[in-house]
């Protein structure tokens, strides 16, 4: 949390948001990232071109970044793959679990006053509450 300023994080909001609610009205879709990247996977016809641009466009602007200030990043380094590797299908899964992530629900969820968003919302927080406690707490391992 050294690096934490509220102008960035403010600046960071914002643009999360406008690309959210410029794709709704432009485009009539949620911003939704699993949803995205799984619809870009499945190739179908006609509606594989936008998710592709929306993921190029996603990597190449946090490469801009991390180009443009290489100083905001500190690689992490030392996990293990046997942990990473079910960790990431862990994640993976719970966003089909949801039907969806942090960013469709969240972000575009809530925006929308859904109650499906808001309950899938409260419960990745919780989740990840309860896990963090019971890394650091319980288990003692350190970040």
Not at 135 to 143: D, M, N
């Amino acid at each position: 949390m050294s690096n934490f300023t509220p102008y960035t994080a403010l600046g960071g909001g914002l643009l999360i948001g406008l690309s959210a609610v410029l794709l709704l009205y432009l485009n009539g879709r949620i911003a939704g990232i699993s949803g995205i990247l799984n619809g870009a996977l499945a190739r179908t016809r006609g509606d594989t071109a936008w998710r592709v641009a929306f993921i190029v466009g996603m990597l190449a602007g946090g490469a801009a970044f991390w180009w443009l200030t290489p100083h905001a990043f500190t690689p992490r380094e030392g996990y293990p793959l046997h942990l990473l590797l079910p960790a990431g299908f862990l994640v993976g899964f719970g966003t089909r679990l949801g039907s969806g992530c942090t960013s469709g629900h969240g972000v575009c969820g809530l925006g929308r006053r859904s109650l499906r968003s808001l309950v899938a919302t409260i419960t990745f927080v919780g989740c990840g509450m309860v896990t963090v406690y019971l890394l650091r707490h319980l288990l003692g391992v350190q970040p």
